[in-house]
Every structure is written in C-alpha cells, then in structure tokens.
C-alpha cells in the first residue's frame, strides 16, 4: 500500500474547500444551514470552504451531510 506524501493530501484537502461550496450552492443550502447541520459555525464552514478540511474523519462528516462520497470532495476536477 502507497501513502501519499503530505503535499499531495494537502492539496486534496485544499480542492476539498471548494468542492464542498459548489456541492452547497448546487443543493441551495447556506453556510449556516451547513453549519447547523454540521454543529459547528458559519465561520467554520467559511473556513473550510476557503481553506479545506484539515481532517479525514470532518471531511467524511460533510460528505455524509451533502450526501456525496468523501472521494468525491477530494477530486480536483481540472486534471483529465
């Protein structure tokens, strides 16, 4: 099993960020109705959303909120 170095995770959780805002905006929710649901606060969200997720296990929690598989949250779109 290969581990990918940390650069790499790093950037997966960057495209993460912006990942869970279009998955968001696609559902019509807010960030405070993500925040609730997440039982956090808006300020969080926001944070993730421009920063990424910092952990695997809040990355699966949101992608168990916007229904969505976690793998999908760390997919960049722009490479083929």
């Known amino acids: 099993m290969r581990i990918k170095n940390s650069s ?13 805002r279009q998955i968001r905006k696609v559902l019509g929710m807010s960030t405070a109705q993500l925040a609730e649901k997440a039982q956090v ?20 929690k949101i992608a168990n909120i916007l229904g969505v598989p976690e793998k999908l949250l760390m997919e960049d779109d722009t490479q083929p």
């Open 8 to 20: 790499s995770m790093m950037r997966a959780m960057k495209v993460s960020g912006q990942k869970i």
């Open 41 to 60: 606060t808006r300020q969080a969200v926001e944070s993730w959303e421009r920063d990424g997720v910092g952990t695997f296990s809040l990355l699966e």
